[in-house]
């Protein structure tokens, strides 16, 4: 059944209501995921504490150039996933699938940055056994990269929903964003904590 894009009522207005976007079992996958990534990073940070030196050391072997670049991307391909939103509710599909497909395109591009990133380590003797840093690298920038994969996979699911009148759901189109989003703050963690934090 084809979701209509009502505007919602003015704030103040006796009708207005809050609206919270997407459906509400991801908003729980979401709130879920960030526990769990929390609870690594405190993790990481424990261990960091007993060994600053080691970590230090261990983190001048990545390129802070590659990160910054990599999170450029996710930053570019979720102001596309929001404006992909924007245009999904103002009724001009057409203009949400390109940047749904724009958005897309970025996390691909993510994934191809960190895949080579990680060639680059291990070609250089860095790997999962080279020190607690790398174990925390590979393990917090691996998980990241699957949560990306499905966010691509759920991104792509919307791009079918928008392209059938009879299956286009708003709230799809808002839960996948919701979701990309998630993706791209665990991201800017990561990056300030394993290329930038000293």
């Not at 609206?19 to 979401?30: I, K, Q, R, S």
């Not at 050391?57 to 802070?64: E, F, G, I, M, P």
Request: with cysteine; aromatic share 12%.
């Amino acid at each position: 059944m084809t979701e209509t894009v009502q505007t919602p009522p003015k704030p103040g207005h006796k009708g207005a209501r809050i609206h919270l976007p997407g459906d509400g079992a991801m908003w729980v996958m979401v709130l879920g995921d960030l526990i769990i990534f929390a609870s690594y990073f405190v993790i990481f940070m424990v261990h960091r504490a007993m060994a600053p030196a080691e970590f230090l050391a261990a983190q001048q072997h990545l390129n802070l150039d590659i990160g910054a670049f990599n999170t450029l991307v996710l930053l570019t391909s979720s102001w596309f996933v929001a404006r992909s939103v924007l245009a999904a509710r103002g009724g001009d599909i057409a203009a949400a699938l390109r940047l749904t497909y724009f958005g897309g395109a970025c996390g691909v591009v993510f994934i191809v940055i960190k895949a080579v990133e990680w060639w680059s380590k291990v070609a250089q003797g860095h790997t999962m056994g080279s020190g607690e840093f790398f174990m925390f690298y590979y393990m917090l920038t691996g998980v990241h990269l699957f949560h990306v994969s499905l966010g691509l996979l759920i991104l792509g699911i919307t791009v079918r929903e928008l392209r059938n009148p009879r299956k286009r759901r708003m709230s799809m189109v808002e839960s996948s964003a919701v979701y990309w989003h998630m993706v791209d703050l665990l991201w800017v963690v990561i990056f300030g904590l394993l290329y930038v934090m000293r």
